[in-house]
């Protein structure tokens, strides 16, 4: 009896067919390496088209001249040429704003800091991510402390996270819009911030600005530096602190011998992460004060794009790229180690 | 130095010496004895600082959405006026909605195709043993490092027809799809999807082994199993990696502010029509401030609801790497 | 007909061989064990049966039909496993009637079914609960229920009781082999623990390395042991070894002789060969008048004694020199002797024994290779008074 159902079972199946049975078939004949890479092609496909493919081609465009009049975008093969002007300086005059500082042999040695792509980018990347990483490390601490509304102090502190880069830009825009608010004054009338140094047109000046960008970049992301730092701590076995404690370690002592060497990697990987969003900053500079103000490398790359400069855009591209490249190898080479460790 | 002296003579009367001294006083000395009350103190104090720092500026956006745009000069930290039908005026001034139903869409899209190839993905890279698995993962995670302007220039070619695609003998160029939805959702799916395949990675692997076993035994297809069991059993995840899409997506500024001409009917999302308030004749404060806190609110909803998502989410998939 | 062959079935993986030429012919009907120990590929085996694993090399038959390439669900196959595998997201009658669902029966069949299913493994009444409001052993009549629901051709069963504590697993085994009765359907059921599959199977195939070591019923295995692996891994506790050389007079060890004409058992003098011996064959002296053919006297001392209620192992020291270690089975087991004696014995440890073995129960193995040789050495030449000679002894 038993035996006349199953043949049943297994007729179900086999006396099906059109073209669904067909493919699930075919698809189930597939070894385990063909039906992975069968399932990838998807994701890799639009991967390659629209990741890998433009990375090779904006490389590929930056070994032309720019071509600024006439149909064609580029001018003639010029191999590494552009990046031979743009690290030496030359191409500076040609740029809406420099790469490159001026150099001098007096002190402070640079100059016009502000206005160039290169420095602007790397100082907005390490202030930011200096006071990112401080700043979200005492709202971890704050974040792992058992209170009543922690749910709530959460939220507070996700949500500028969470908020679009362009009305973060707009918030911070209406904080420091001259006259309007009582931390930007007037001439006549200085307020809270002119007092401390603040010009009276601070979004028209690029010191002033990338200061306050900046304020507006750790006001946004610190909280993604404290959740990733916050789960470092929670993954931290609490009976480590039960024998610190009967050893007689202090608060401190158990901060500075158990919580920080073991939240060290945690906090170089979410430095890492956090530098590379630094290095690409753009959205924040366009909304509050415009790349002619604050020209960071990504500003660069729109700058000479909207000029017609196709080549040295494709050239400052690649740079940032390159440039994100360093600083991931160097903490990947130079924390591996430490990372290791624990 | 009055603690001092106050100690020197409340010796033995210290109850004549709590008195006398101020409250400060008294409680710095009581947090030398007792540390475990300055710790408490210190906790405090830097919770109440985070709260304001993170949570005044949208007070501030809200005192100057409420406040007449001519009143908005010197204000302090009360709007002057009550105004709250710039709520309604901003819709009028620019078609804000229409923006955000762009938003809404290219996020959902983006989402939805992100966690179809994503959760293949997982599948593969979380379940299955193949040569070149290690390699291929370290490359997708590469593509994530790099910057949204290295992808740019070819694909606004792409985008705009100016590419040429060789398809055998047949040239033919690359379909004008400036303005549309597309130029957005492939550049978005593209970069979003590695945190969603490490997310779905780590999820989709600790489903034991026997329970795929099982449903194919009983009669699923490979594939059949994933999307009955293994894709039922890690909701979390996929929730996870929807919600911090969408976010994302939202959130995204290059290629949302450079693909599209900034016109609602065009596609274009909330970027543009945060913008267009900026550059209207009479800079409206009022309207910018308004539109930032509806711009805000629906992420500000999702946050609040999907906070224990949003959590084990970016801790997953960043510390996954 | 829930026939299974594997024919020169191989599964390689990139640096190691998990299955290798294995052949197998199990009947309709049958209920087999295949038992080894951890990593010897009997799992993979049956993930081949099942469809899990495709084979690198051979072919799969069941039912006479040709499966090595089908996907599991078209194997008319069932399979319940050792975690249990219920889908923590449906209730019981969703998890039992998952593949009848996945195969479109109508609801009344579907109904029909899941309740004859679920008496069978006595679920009566749970059909609406989780499975995490269940216990160990509801869960695994759920995964039965589950199983035997799409009256399949084979169950697979893969070590379903190894998560279940030891009272229950007891109490699973009979109700697995009631249900064998009942169903009367192919049974191919994967365990590392032996005495599991010595009570349950028709047959018990041994594997080890990927090698199918025998495939016989459980007395015959535990009686006639194809080699030394089957020797040492059917019965608990194992078998002893003895290794030695053969000698014109027989069998002779370090410390344990056995005489036999070489010719009989079909050895040569100069081979080396070892001598199994289990615990139960191990006779004291007072003891030794229950048996017809004992070998020579061995001189030995008691080291520790374990009392099992129903028999006392005895571990033997048969040389002064000799340690207590059973860590490694090979070396130095002829140094020593695990016996089984009564439990009623005055036997007390540190005690001189002299002790004989039944020569009907010895088994002979060659030591090269591992293969059986002989089977009970029955008396030849030898007579009473030769056995009662004392046995040379090291010491």
């Known amino acids: ?342 | 130095m009055a603690t001092e002296n106050e100690q020197q003579s409340g010796i033995g009367k210290q109850g004549d010496a709590d008195i006398k001294r101020g409250p400060l006083e008294r409680w710095v000395g009581a947090a030398i004895k007792n540390p475990k009350r300055a710790y408490r103190a210190m906790f405090y104090v830097a919770t109440v600082f985070f709260l304001v720092t993170t949570l005044f500026p949208f007070y501030w956006l809200l005192v100057l959405a409420l406040t007449p745009n001519n009143l908005i000069s010197d204000m302090g930290l009360l709007p002057k006026g009550f105004n709250p039908e710039v709520f309604i005026t901003m819709f009028e001034r620019v078609p804000f909605h229409l923006y955000m139903f762009n938003s809404f869409v290219l996020g959902l899209s983006t989402t939805i195709i992100v966690l179809l190839l994503a959760s293949l993905a997982g599948y593969v890279f979380g379940r299955l043993r193949f040569p070149g698995r290690s390699a291929l993962m370290l490359g997708i995670l590469a593509i994530s490092y790099f910057p949204p302007a290295a992808f740019f220039l070819p694909l606004f070619e792409l985008f705009t027809g100016g590419t040429d695609i060789v398809l055998g003998p047949v040239t033919v160029s690359s379909p004008d799809l400036f303005n549309t939805p597309a130029p957005m959702v492939l550049p978005f799916s593209a970069l979003f999807m590695p945190l969603s395949i490490f997310i779905l990675t780590t999820f989709y692997g600790q489903i034991p082994d026997g329970l795929e076993d099982a449903a194919r035994v009983e009669g699923t297809t490979r594939l059949g199993a994933l999307f009955r069991v293994i894709i039922p059993l890690s909701a979390p995840g996929v929730a996870t990696a929807g919600v911090l899409t969408f976010i994302s997506v939202y959130n995204e500024f290059f290629f949302s502010f450079l693909m599209n001409n900034g016109e609602a009917s065009s596609w274009a999302p909330i970027v543009a029509g945060i913008l267009k308030y900026q550059g209207q004749f009479d800079t409206p404060y009022n309207l910018m401030a308004a539109a930032s806190i509806v711009g805000v609110l629906p992420v500000a909803i999702l946050v609040i609801v999907a906070q224990e998502r949003i959590v084990s989410g970016l801790t997953a998939g960043a510390l996954k790497e | 007909m829930g026939d299974v062959t594997l024919e020169h079935v191989t599964k390689r993986y990139e640096d190691v061989t998990a299955v290798d030429d294995m052949n197998l012919a199990i009947n309709d009907g049958e209920f087999i064990c295949l038992v080894g120990p951890s990593g010897c590929g009997k799992s993979t085996t049956m993930e081949m049966i099942a469809g899990l694993t495709m084979p690198t090399e051979g072919e799969v038959f069941i039912g006479g039909r040709e499966v090595t390439n089908l996907p599991p669900k078209d194997r008319g196959i069932a399979m319940v496993f050792q975690n249990i595998a219920l889908f923590p997201h449906m209730d019981v009658y969703d998890n039992i009637s998952f593949g009848l669902r996945l195969r479109k029966y109508d609801k009344e069949e579907i109904d029909r079914r899941v309740e004859r299913a679920s008496d069978i493994v006595q679920l009566e009444g749970m059909l609406d609960r989780m499975p995490d409001e269940m216990s160990g052993g509801q869960r695994q009549r759920v995964a039965i229920a589950r199983a035997i629901v799409r009256n399949p051709e084979v169950f697979l069963m893969d070590e379903p009781l190894a998560n279940l504590d030891a009272k229950l697993r007891v109490h699973m085994r009979t109700e697995l082999q009631r249900l064998h009765k009942e169903l009367d359907t192919t049974i191919i059921y994967v365990t590392h623990d032996q005495a599991e599959a010595m009570t349950m199977s028709d047959r018990i195939a041994v594997i080890d390395s990927g090698q199918l070591q025998q495939i016989d019923p459980p007395l015959v295995c535990y009686n006639e042991p194809a080699n030394l692996f089957v020797a040492g891994f059917i019965g608990s506790p194992s078998m002893n070894f003895v290794d030695g050389e053969v000698t014109e007079a027989g069998f002779h060890g370090k410390n344990v002789e056995v005489d036999f004409d070489p010719a009989d058992v079909g050895v040569s003098p100069g081979d080396d060969v070892t001598l199994g011996v289990r615990p139960e064959d191990v006779y004291t002296e007072d003891e030794q008048a229950g048996i017809a053919h004992p070998t020579k006297r061995i001189e030995a001392t008691t080291d520790v004694l374990e009392p099992m209620g129903d028999e006392i192992f005895v571990y033997l020291l048969l040389s002064e020199d000799a340690t207590t270690s059973m860590d490694d089975a090979s070396e130095g087991m002829s140094d020593q002797l695990l016996m089984s004696v009564d439990p009623d014995s005055s036997i007390t440890e540190d005690q001189d024994v002299s002790v004989v073995l039944d020569r009907a129960k010895l088994h002979l193995f060659d030591t090269e290779t591992g293969e059986a040789i002989q089977h009970g050495i029955a008396t030849t030449t030898t007579t009473s008074t030769d056995s009662s000679t004392p046995a040379e002894s090291d010491d």
């Open chain 1, 1 to 342: 009896m038993a035996t006349e159902q199953d043949s049943g079972d297994t007729l179900r199946d086999s006396s099906r067919s059109g073209p669904y049975v067909s493919a699930v078939r075919w698809m189930e004949s597939l070894s385990e390496t063909q039906f992975a890479y069968f399932l990838l092609s998807p994701a890799l496909l639009i991967l390659l088209v629209i990741a890998l493919y433009p990375l090779i081609q904006t490389f590929g465009y930056s070994l032309y001249a720019d071509q600024l009049t006439g149909s064609s975008r580029l001018g003639q093969f010029v191999g590494l040429e552009n990046y031979v002007a743009l690290f030496t300086g030359a191409r500076d005059f040609a740029l809406p704003s420099a790469f490159l500082p001026g150099f001098s042999s007096s002190f402070p040695f640079v100059t016009g800091i502000y206005s160039s792509a290169l420095m602007v980018t790397l100082l907005f990347t390490a202030v930011s991510v200096l006071f990112e990483t401080l700043l979200g490390f005492v709202q971890a601490l704050v974040l792992d402390q058992d209170f009543r509304g922690r749910r709530w102090v959460r939220v507070a502190i996700i949500i500028p996270w969470a908020v679009p880069i362009v009305i973060q830009g707009m918030i911070w825009y209406l904080m420091f819009q001259p006259n309007i608010g009582f931390l930007v004054g007037s001439q006549g009338d200085p307020a809270f911030l002119n007092y401390l140094g603040l010009s009276y047109t601070p979004l028209r000046n690029t010191a002033d600005s990338l200061f306050l960008i900046i304020v507006g970049d750790v006001w946004k992301t610190t909280a993604f530096m404290a959740l990733l730092i916050l789960a470092g701590l929670q993954s931290i076995d609490r009976s480590l602190y039960d024998v610190a404690r009967v050893s007689g370690a202090s608060n401190w002592q158990q901060f500075k011998m158990i919580t920080f060497p073991l939240i060290l990697p945690t906090v170089l990987v979410a430095m890492l992460f956090r530098t590379i969003g630094a290095m690409r900053v753009y959205g924040i500079i366009e909304t509050m004060a415009g790349c002619t103000t604050v020209p960071s490398l990504s500003c660069l790359v729109v700058t000479t794009f909207n000029n017609s400069m196709y080549a040295t855009s494709a050239t400052v591209a690649f740079v940032t790229a390159g440039l994100i490249g360093i600083v991931v190898s160097v903490y990947i080479f130079k924390f591996a180690d430490a990372e290791g460790g624990f």
